[in-house]
């Protein structure tokens, strides 16, 4: 099943725009984890954010939970080219720790 | 270096045939999963192994089967039973901690003809 969702579904900006992308999700969660896949390529892990924390930075990116309100954002700062790709938001519960994907969103970075 | 290794790449299967995926890791990670992805969607979670000679279904198991002999392979076969196999499938493996991050593979492309 699809724990979390992501939103927009498409994402265009020029380089050195910011992106913003959110992730809703419907149950409680141990962790929310954010990934970046290159077309036609396997998923990297880009950014963990614990259910106890609020904000987290890495580089050029910040992700913010909000747990009242089920939901995440991931902002990516002064963008690139390179940052074209699809991000998926994961949710980890339970026990067993799965992980739970959303839909990803595809941002294009124009140059 | 180490990584996953999944092949082959790019797949092609008759209608009724089985296929088998290979999955290979050297990390030393305890848990190993497949995941299915169709065009522009998420992930789905296939079969997952937490220990060696131990596996369990995941959200869509049905048409699949796994093996887990060994800690650095899980291997994954697309049966006939399977009805629309074609998609893009994923191998990783973590060590299952409380956070639980996943290294995946590059791939298994699988096209039915």
């Known amino acids: 099943s699809q724990q979390g969702e992501e939103d927009p579904q498409a994402l265009s900006i020029q380089e050195g725009e910011n992106a913003t992308m959110n992730c809703s999700y419907k149950t409680s969660i141990n962790n929310l984890q954010w990934y970046r896949q290159n077309s036609g390529r396997g998923l990297v892990h880009l950014i963990l954010?614990?259910?106890?924390?609020r904000e987290k930075h890495s580089g050029r990116l910040r992700v913010t939970l909000d747990t009242s309100k089920k939901s995440s954002s991931l902002l990516i700062t002064a963008s690139r080219a390179a940052d074209t790709a699809s991000y998926f938001c994961a949710t980890v519960k339970g026990s067993a720790r799965q992980l739970t994907f959303g839909s990803g969103t595809q941002l294009t970075v124009l140059p | 270096d180490g990584g996953i290794t999944q092949s082959p790449k790019y797949l092609f299967r008759k209608e009724g045939q089985n296929v088998t995926l290979s999955c290979e890791q050297n990390l030393n990670h305890d848990a190993m999963y497949w995941y299915r992805q169709d065009p522009g969607q998420g992930l789905r979670l296939i079969y997952y192994?937490?220990?060696?000679?131990?596996?369990q279904k995941g959200d869509i198991a049905e048409g699949y089967s796994v093996s887990r002999e060994k800690k650095e392979s899980f291997p994954l076969t697309v049966t006939s039973a399977q009805k629309n196999p074609t998609a893009f499938y994923l191998c990783?493996?973590?060590?299952?901690?409380?956070?639980?991050?996943?290294?995946f593979g590059a791939g298994s492309r699988l096209t039915v003809l």
């Open positions: 954010i614990r259910s106890n924390e």
């Open positions: 192994s937490q220990i060696v000679n131990d596996f």
């Open positions: 990783a493996s973590s060590f299952p901690g409380e956070h639980n991050v996943l290294t």
